[in-house]
Structures are given as structure tokens and as C-alpha cells.
């Protein structure tokens, strides 16, 4: 069963539309993670979570019950906040139980919740400090404490990685996702690193402009995008978006590449969707990772779905990792993701091998996928 | 302290630096002259001021013109001193600074933190407050505090100090609680406290040089008042500006200067105390937000 339901929410500020309609479920102790590019309405959404937004239509529903009226302090909820939000005034321990203290819990049971949150995040030592002699990573800590000791239904997450320098990032991103598991708290997060999204989630929702555009597992997000704007949001470098036509050749449908010198590649569709067969002899465009073109031998086991073709290699960028290739496909620059050992060199002209079993079609006028 | 010198943003030579000390310094002396000069007065007896020079040391060192001023002087019918009026002034000060300092920093709190339509408009008339003329609100002012019965005492007074205050120190708050962070106030709201104790536990204790600046401004300003004073008070609640007046204005006699300059400076003790005590968070408040940091 699902413990948070969004249902057909609607929020307005006077006559600007935030959120449309948004539909999101997930199921007791899922990470939900809402992802879109700024003033996509993913703040919005997690605060009428919260309870800091109404909403103008539609409704919440927490394990089961709606929670529209309800006060934030009423939702059973603890949120961390982009900025922490530590009360200055306080030391981190009244930081961490001015809540209990709200709710009349008795100061030595406050006390003992402290401790053991404290112990927890090894933060025991920070205690009796103020929030202003704390560097961002203790405070992102003590942040992360004052919502522990609640031990609410949900946690709420708005962006809290984003004022940390990027080392640090990784180190609390690895930490959230141990305490989600140790805890099994439901969680809501938002962010707009789509590598935040995909590592942390159970379930991701795009958001942009306040419409939901897919709501998935990361893997569903990441091989089978909704539309090209969650194609081109979601992975880093971004799916390669290239034109091309749909035709039928010796009865399998096949996708084909105008290339420069006025020829064309053709590369076989495997498991088309029946949508396609509506497009056959008209443009569409073809959707393919940068993992997916790479420029190793042919001898691997899926060999069979990987297709040659040459290209003109442009620049070339090592990352250490792997390296890849600006190479030129369909009259676009497309990105490659090639070995770190790769022989590539800028200038050359060099046959790469395309695995289609992961590539997606997109209609150009719609965008959404085939 | 050659490893640490103090920072400033333009490099001086050493004559600009001369050139700068002495003209700072020929201002000190034309503003502490007027002071040294009461100073001085204040401790002759009366004949050496008539015989002799305003700007020497008394030849004979007396308190007497002061303990006059203070509580043997006639003014208007009884010879009290300045020393009840001094009391009504405390009276009438202290609540009127508390009072509208409080409202103004609730005022200051709601326009930043709750929000509503038209808050925007609202703060505009509130700022309008700052810019009408003492003289304007006169008459119907003494209508109100004739139709609260409260007109002559004190605490009309303290009424009219606090209405006129109020556009100041919601202006004051108001810009100093646009820079304090809403999440704190969403974080306190999921943790369950409610308005006033989110105003109170967390935006009061964080409001230290803002509250500084307001008291100061609202003190000097208040204590100072004489038309509001003259207007508004009875002869049990005159403050001592207006006591200070009838001391030195009055008609008859002989006209002791020595006096009256003892009573100008005791009117002027108490804003005085103020400045030294919290002068210096006086301009770290003013320039607090001005800069991020």
C-alpha cells in the first residue's frame, strides 16, 4: 500500500500555476526524489507536503489519512532545510530538541533522544556549540540530527547538499543513503542533480514547469524516458537526441542517419514498440546514451545488437574514467563514451560499434517517446 | 600591532593624516564648547558670571546652582526643582520605549514572516508615520485623548509617544527581519511552536543590535519631545523639557544662569547615559546587514 499519496494536486500564487495536476504514490519506506530544473515547482511540491503551502486543489495523503488542514507540526514530518536553518540562538543540543521541547516532551527523556542522535551522526562534541562556530558539513549534520530525533513518519529533504563543496557532497550523499536504509524512514528529496536523483531514489519524479513529466525507478527514468525533455535532463553528459527516419528494410524496421557526405547509415530497431510501426517513412528522433556507442572489438556475448558504423572523431576529453568523443552522427555532434585506453584521436575517422538494444524514439513534434 | 594594522579601504600619508586629525579636532572644540561653557557656568556662583569671563574656571567651586535646579527652583507656582518633572519624564519614557519598540518589532515580524495581501501597502503607511509634522496631529490628537479621558496624564503621554514611534520602529524592524531567514521560521513551525513563541524563543534573542538602535533612537527622541510634551501634559505631568522651559523662560527675578545651565544638563544626562552605555552597538546596528558577512 502506498503511505504517501499526492493526488491531482494543484497550487496557485494568484494566476501563476505552480504545480498541475500533480499524481505522485509512493510505498512505506520508499525514497522519493523530485527532480527538475529551478522553478520547475519541486520546492513548491515538497512545502505543501510539509504543510508551509496550501494547496488549491487536490490532496495529501499520509499513511492513510488526508492531511490537507493539518498543521506542519501535526504531519509527523522532520524537514531539512537548503540553508540547515539552525536557530542561531541556540546551541546544536536546543537546536535538536527544541521540538520535543514544543511538544512537551519531558527534559530528560530530550536528553536521551539527544545522546543517542548525537552518537549516531558523531556530532557528541558539537553539542554545546553555536550553529555559527560549526563548518557546512557539521551543520548539514546537525540539520540532519535536529530531524532524527523526531522520528517522524517522513523526512523531507529540500536540496540539503547543495551548499557543500563537492567532496563533502559525495560523503553526506553516501550518509543519507545509510541512515534511509538503517532507519527505513520514507523519504522525499528534493534536488536538481539528476546524479543525486539517480543514486539516492527508489522512485524519481521529473518535474518541469510544474507538470509531472514521468514518475519511475531510476533505471525506468534513465533507459526509458517519457519524453525528451527527461532524455535530456536525466545523465550526464545527456542522451544523445539525433534526427533521423524511420523505414522498413528487409522486413525488420530499421532507423536511418542522413551523414555528411550525403549517405546514409541504417541501424536495425530491436523490440520495437507497436507506436513505431505508425512512423515508418516518417522523421523521428533517435535517442542513444553516450554509453551506448563505444569503439571496442565486436567480440562481446550482445554483439549481435551492436552495429558498426564510421564517424569523424572532433575532440576528444579523458576524465580519467573513461574518455569521451565528440563525434559527428546524423549531422549532430554526439557524445561517445569510450574506454579510458581508447586509441580515439581528434581529427581521425574511426568505426564505433552502436548498441541499439537501449536506443529510444521520440516523436519531434509530440517529444514524447515511440 | 605593526603585524596586524587596522584595515581600511584608503592608504594616507602622513600630513593627509595630520590635516585630517586637525581638522577632526577643531570640530571637537566648536561642538564641546557650548557643553564646556554650561559646565563651567554651572559650578560659579551667580556673581562671578555677571563680573567676569564665560569661558574661565570657576574661581570658587559651588554645587549650590545644582541642588537649586534640582529641587529648590521655582517653576510655574511651586519651588519644586526640576526633580518631579525628571520622574515624569522617566515615567513617561520608559513605557512608551518599551512599548513601541515591542510593537514595532511584532510589526516588523508579521511584515517580513506572515505575509498577507496588501502588506506591502500597509508598511507604506506605516513608513508615512515617519513623515508627518509634529504640529499636524496636534488637534486631533488632543481629541482622541480627550475622548479616552486620558488627556494631561501620563499615560496620554505615553499614548501619543507610541503612535508617533511606531512608523520608526516598524521601519527599523521591518528591514532587519527582511534579512533574517524565513526557513528558520518554516523550521520552528514544523517543530511545533506557534506565532508569538516563534517571535519570542527565536527572532527576539537574534534581534540584539536592531533592539539597541530602536531604544536609543526612541529614548533620545521621546525624552526629548517638548512639543507633544507642552501640549498634551497638566502640571502633574509635565515632562522636564518643558519644566527646563518654564525654569528658564520665567519672567521674574533675577536670572540665574548658573542655574538654568545646571538644569539643561541634567535634562540631558539621561540620553547622554544612553549613548555612552549603548552608543557603540548604536552604529554597528545601523550598519548591521548593510554588508553580507
Redesign the interface.
Known amino acids: 500500500m502506498s503511505f504517501l499519496v499526492v493526488n491531482d494536486l494543484e497550487k496557485r500564487f494568484g494566476a501563476v500555476e505552480v504545480l498541475k495536476g500533480i499524481d505522485i504514490s509512493v510505498p512505506r519506506g520508499g525514497f522519493l526524489v523530485l527532480v527538475g530544473p529551478s522553478g520547475c515547482g519541486k520546492s513548491t511540491l515538497l512545502?505543501t507536503i510539509?504543510?508551509?503551502e496550501t494547496v488549491t486543489a487536490g490532496e495529501i495523503l499520509i499513511d492513510g489519512v488526508r492531511v490537507n488542514e493539518l498543521?506542519?507540526?501535526k504531519r509527523d514530518?522532520?524537514?531539512v532545510?537548503?540553508?540547515y536553518?539552525l536557530?542561531?540562538?541556540m546551541n546544536v543540543a536546543k537546536n535538536m530538541s527544541?521540538?520535543m521541547e514544543?511538544?512537551g516532551v519531558p527534559k530528560a527523556e530530550r536528553q536521551q533522544v539527544v545522546a543517542r542522535v548525537a552518537a549516531m551522526l558523531q556530532i557528541e562534541d558539537l553539542l554545546h556549540r553555536k550553529p555559527s562556530q560549526l563548518s557546512g558539513g557539521q551543520r548539514q549534520r546537525v540539520a540532519m540530527g535536529?530531524a532524527l530525533v523526531r522520528d517522524p513518519k517522513i523526512f523531507l529533504f529540500d536540496e540539503p547538499l547543495s551548499n557543500l563543496d563537492a567532496k563533502l557532497r559525495v560523503e553526506m550523499r553516501t550518509e543519507i543513503q545509510k541512515l534511509h536504509q538503517r532507519l527505513g524512514t520514507t523519504v522525499v528529496y528534493v534536488t536538481h542533480d539528476q546524479i543525486e536523483a539517480m543514486t539516492l531514489a527508489t522512485v524519481i519524479a521529473v518535474l518541469k514547469d510544474g507538470v509531472l513529466q514521468q514518475v519511475g525507478s531510476p533505471a525506468e527514468i534513465y533507459n526509458t524516458p517519457a519524453n525528451i525533455f527527461v532524455a535530456d535532463f536525466m545523465g550526464s553528459p545527456s542522451m544523445n537526441l539525433v534526427p533521423a527516419r524511420l523505414d522498413r528494410a528487409n522486413g525488420a524496421l530499421v532507423v536511418s542517419l542522413k551523414r555528411a557526405d550525403g549517405s546514409t547509415t541504417m541501424l536495425p530497431l530491436h523490440e520495437p514498440s507497436a507506436a513505431a510501426e505508425a512512423f515508418i517513412g516518417r522523421e523521428v528522433i533517435l535517442g542513444l546514451r553516450p554509453e551506448s556507442i563505444d569503439d571496442a572489438p565486436v567480440a562481446d556475448a550482445d554483439g549481435a545488437q551492436r552495429h558498426p558504423l564510421e564517424a569523424h572523431v572532433e575532440v576528444t576529453q579523458p576524465t580519467g574514467a573513461d574518455t569521451l568523443a565528440m563525434i559527428r552522427l546524423g549531422g549532430r555532434e554526439v557524445v561517445a563514451r569510450l574506454r579510458a585506453e581508447t586509441g580515439a584521436r581528434a581529427g581521425e575517422r574511426r568505426r564505433f560499434m552502436v548498441d541499439m538494444s537501449k536506443a529510444v524514439l521520440f516523436d519531434p513534434e509530440t517529444e514524447e517517446r515511440l | 600591532m605593526a603585524a596586524n594594522p587596522i584595515e581600511t579601504a584608503v592608504r594616507t600619508g602622513r600630513l593627509t593624516r595630520a590635516l585630517i586629525y586637525a581638522a577632526l579636532l577643531v570640530f571637537a572644540v566648536y561642538y564641546l564648547l557650548p557643553l564646556f561653557v554650561m559646565m563651567v557656568n554651572s559650578f560659579k556662583e551667580l556673581d562671578e558670571i555677571r563680573g567676569g569671563n564665560m569661558l574661565a574656571l570657576p574661581e570658587l567651586v559651588t554645587l549650590a546652582p545644582w541642588i537649586k535646579a534640582w529641587n529648590q527652583a521655582q517653576i510655574g507656582v511651586q519651588p519644586t526643582g526640576l526633580a518631579p518633572y525628571f520622574l515624569n519624564s522617566i515615567k513617561m519614557v520608559v513605557p512608551a520605549v518599551v512599548i513601541s519598540t515591542l510593537l514595532g518589532a511584532l510589526n516588523g515580524y508579521v511584515l517580513t514572516k506572515w505575509r498577507f495581501r496588501g502588506d506591502t501597502l500597509v508598511f507604506a503607511l506605516m513608513l508615512f508615520a515617519c513623515f508627518i509634522p509634529f504640529q499636524i496631529v496636534l488637534i486631533p490628537m488632543a481629541r482622541v485623548l480627550g475622548f479616552l479621558g486620558i488627556a494631561g496624564t501620563t499615560w496620554g503621554l505615553v499614548l501619543v509617544h507610541v503612535v508617533y514611534g511606531l512608523g520608526f520602529t516598524t521601519l527599523f524592524f521591518r528591514n532587519y527581519y527582511a534579512a533574517f531567514p524565513t526557513e528558520l521560521v518554516k523550521a520552528a513551525q514544523i517543530d511545533g511552536a506557534s506565532f508569538l513563541r516563534i517571535f519570542y524563543r527565536i527572532l527576539l534573542p537574534s534581534s540584539g543590535p536592531i533592539i539597541v538602535v530602536t531604544v536609543i533612537w526612541q529614548f533620545t527622541n521621546i525624552w526629548n519631545d517638548f512639543l507633544f510634551g507642552a501640549s498634551f501634559s497638566d502640571f502633574d505631568s509635565q515632562p522636564m523639557t518643558v519644566a527646563l522651559n518654564n525654569l528658564v523662560s520665567s519672567s521674574t527675578g533675577v536670572k540665574e544662569y548658573n542655574v538654568h545651565f545646571a538644569g539643561a544638563i541634567l535634562a540631558a544626562i539621561p540620553t547622554l547615559l544612553v549613548y555612552i552605555v549603548a552608543g557603540r552597538y548604536f552604529v554597528r546596528g545601523l550598519m548591521a546587514g548593510a554588508v553580507k558577512g
Request: glycine share 10%; aromatic share 14%.
Open positions: 512545502n510539509a504543510g508551509l498543521h506542519p507540526s514530518i522532520a524537514m532545510f537548503q540553508s536553518a536557530y542561531p540562538n527544541f521540538g514544543m511538544r535536529r
